[in-house]
Antibody
Framework: EVQLLESGGGLVQPGGSLRLTCAASGFTFRANSMTWVRQVPGKGLEWISFIYSDSAATSYADSVKGRFTLSSDNSRNTLYLQMSSLRAEDTAVYYC??????????WGQGTMVTVSS | QSALTQPPSASGSPGQSVTISCTGSSSDVGTYNYVSWYQHHPGKVPKLIIYYVDKRPSGVPDRFSGSKSGNAASLTVSGLQAEDEADYYCNSYAGGNTWVFGTGTKVTVL
């Protein structure tokens, strides 16, 4: 079964850091590009980051550029989103998703990040 | 990276059709035929229902259809069913390995 499982969410103080993990199974992870999407409670979906299958290139939304870093470990079939200088407005459910046909066909269940003092 | 514009809400009775618009710009929808749509039931995981403007993934009913004209795309749900009540989001590739979502539309089945 194709599956993505996020972890690492939790409560963090403003200015703090957190690393989210997305464990993939059921497909050839190294052959697929991946994306992170977040949803602020009660708000819409926001694309925030992308990584090529070969990990050679990453991209970020302006809202997180310079603060978030996306990486992957193909040997572990795992995606990492390192988040730093966190702000209250980063409070959201964070989803990892598999890219296909310039869309996102498989989504994880999401992990909640709360930035609050 | 401005969000694509969608109407906040849409509604229809069972069996009717509802169409949701998604307005972007020449930087995204107008340039790329990489528009996708997602159905999101609150508390659940978003589901891809349309990609490449009008292609349906396996398992998605043909009641869902997509189209595009200029800087705007649209999703039509025909033969509305109770389970179609959800939030719907459009998405477009915006170049440079970036994507942008729409503001979301809540569809209510009356």
């Amino acid at each position: 079964e194709v599956q993505l499982l996020e972890s690492g969410g939790g409560l963090v103080q403003p200015g703090g850091s957190l690393r989210l993990t997305c464990a993939a199974s059921g497909f050839t992870f190294r052959a697929n590009s991946m994306t992170w999407v977040r949803q602020v409670p009660g708000k819409g979906l926001e694309w925030i980051s992308f990584i090529y299958s070969d990990s050679a290139a990453t991209s970020y939304a302006d809202s997180v550029k310079g603060r978030f870093t996306l990486s992957s470990d193909n040997s572990r079939n795992t995606l990492y989103l390192q988040m730093s200088s966190l702000r209250a407005e980063d409070t959201a459910v964070y989803y990892c998703a598999k890219n296909t046909f310039f869309a996102f066909d498989i989504w994880g269940q999401g992990t909640m990040v709360t930035v609050s003092s | 990276q401005s969000a694509l514009t969608q109407p906040p809400s849409a509604s229809g009775s069972p069996g009717q059709s509802v169409t949701i618009s998604c307005t972007g710009s020449s930087s995204d929808v107008g340039t790329y035929n990489y528009v996708s749509w997602y159905q999101h039931h609150p508390g659940k995981v978003p589901k891809l229902i349309i990609y490449y403007v009008d292609k349906r993934p396996s398992g998605v009913p043909d009641r869902f259809s997509g189209s595009k004209s200029g800087n705007a795309a649209s999703l039509t749900v025909s033969g509305l069913q109770a389970e179609d009540e959800a939030d719907y989001y459009c998405n477009s590739y915006a170049g440079g390995n970036t994507w942008v979502f729409g503001t979301g539309t809540k569809v209510t089945v009356l």
